[in-house]
């Protein structure tokens, strides 16, 4: 038994066998913190049980699973017992190998990415910097690296079997249309170095006993954690997608094209359900630095961005003297919806007021979500029919309006802006 194994049998604690209700539990892997949501199983609306625990010391093997046991300890036995589904999310593109980690937002240097790029078909999304592919190759990995939602749903197993999903190993190559690693990547490693993929939803196998669900709990493969927050929204048809508004501004959008360009950072994830003929759904996306961290860098607390937006007045034209593009301060480079390296943030505010100035990077913000989802109908994706929202922009109803005239469709808050709440729809739909 290795020390990780080891830690798991001492926290845990065994349920009631799962008498009375069925639950379903989402676990969501976040950049600081986890979180898990339990869901009665065919019960609507939806009333999710939310706990939340952060992780000890720095990201890796035994933080990881220390935060699994703290989190499932926050939920009371009884309903543990009930647990019956069981799927977990993790950030897209965090790789553990040896009990070293690179975590998202690690990048390789240029001669790894060239690498790889020698081998790949044109603008794939492994050829990146910050690619689980990429991280492999900086390793010389040959064998045992696993996602971050693989590791954890490898310990719910209590398995040393690794599986990921469609979702997660997309970044590592994995090809979810063909529902194969593909034979390219052979020239960079032994296809049997990757581990099995399933669908997002597809049960792999029973939890183990020790963690204390009910019995004969299921444990299905899991997603990435934006997707997560995409199924959370409440988006579920063709046309449909989900902006998430936090730090950065991210672009999900459910399409029956697939779309992908790493010149911008546009790549397709495999939707877990295909469409009413069978076909498969695409959630095609892009992220931009642009986004709630320019603002509180700007001074805007939280607070003055309410107030002040209760003070605008829509009706009024916008100063045309101000030609923002909100990069964060002192940044410099844009991926999407602009490839461009060197931009540089332009936020100069000359002589406007507050309240003027806010509207202005609010306006140019939407502006920006506005081009993205140009740009993805300029490559095929459909236009959006509407567009949920999630994170901390969700929530200001004069952003929305905002957001609402530039983009030219509604803008509704998602019906749960929780990545562990779609977690948790995963597993129960799955």
């Known amino acids: 038994m290795n ?7 001492s926290c845990s604690v065994n349920g009631t066998g799962g008498v009375g209700r069925s639950y379903a539990l989402g676990i969501d892997y976040g950049t600081s913190g986890v979180r898990g949501a339990v869901l009665e199983i065919g019960a609507r609306p939806l009333r999710p049980i939310v706990r939340q625990v952060n992780l000890r010391g720095v990201d890796g093997a035994q933080s990881w699973t220390h935060a699994l046991c703290d989190l499932l300890d926050e939920f009371p036995s009884e309903l543990r017992g009930g647990i019956r589904r069981v799927a977990v999310d993790g950030t897209s593109a965090s790789i553990i190998y040896d009990g070293a980690v690179k975590m998202y937002n690690h990048a390789e240097p240029e001669e790894v990415v060239e690498k790889i790029r020698q081998v790949t078909p044109p603008g794939h999304t492994v050829a990146s910097a910050t690619s689980s592919l990429a991280k492999i190759v900086g390793w010389g990995a040959t064998a045992d690296f696993e996602h971050q939602a693989d590791f954890i749903t490898r310990l719910l197993l209590g398995s040393q079997h690794r599986t990921s999903d469609w979702n997660n190993a997309l970044k590592m190559g994995f090809d979810p249309e063909q529902e194969a690693w593909p034979e390219w990547l052979s020239s960079l490693l032994p296809l049997n170095a990757f581990m099995d993929v399933k669908r997002p939803g597809e049960v792999v196998g029973n939890a183990d006993p020790t963690w204390g669900f ?3 709990c299921l444990v299905v493969a899991g997603t990435t954690d934006s997707i997560a927050a995409f199924i959370a929204s409440g988006a579920t048809k063709l046309r449909e997608s989900c902006t998430s508004l936090g730090s950065s501004l991210a672009l999900k959008l459910l399409s029956d094209v697939r779309v992908d360009d790493s010149k911008f950072g546009i790549y397709s994830h495999r939707y877990f359900m295909n469409s009413e003929d069978g076909s498969p759904l695409w959630l095609v996306g892009g992220a931009s630095n642009v986004g709630g961290r ?46 461009d390296p060197n931009l540089a943030p332009a936020l100069e505010r000359g002589g406007t007021s507050d309240v003027e ?25 459909p236009y959006p029919t509407v567009v949920y929202s999630a994170g901390g922009g969700a929530y200001n109803p004069t952003y929305s309006k905002i957001r609402e005239r530039k983009l030219g469709v509604p803008v509704r808050i998602g019906d749960s802006t929780e990545a562990c709440v779609g977690a948790a729809l995963l597993a129960e739909f799955g």
């Open 3 to 9: 020390e990780t194994s080891a830690f798991v049998l």
């Open 214 to 216: 009910a019995d004969g």
């Open 294 to 339: 320019t603002l509180k860098e700007l001074g805007f607390s939280g607070a003055d961005i309410a107030s002040l937006s209760d003070e605008m007045d829509l009706n009024t034209p916008l100063s045309k003297d101000l030609k923002l593009y909100p990069l964060p301060p002192g940044s410099r480079g844009e991926r999407f919806p602009i490839n």
């Open 357 to 381: 100035y806010l509207r202005s990077l609010l306006d140019s913000i939407a502006e920006v979500e506005r081009r993205g989802f140009t740009l993805l109908e300029e490559y095929g994706a």
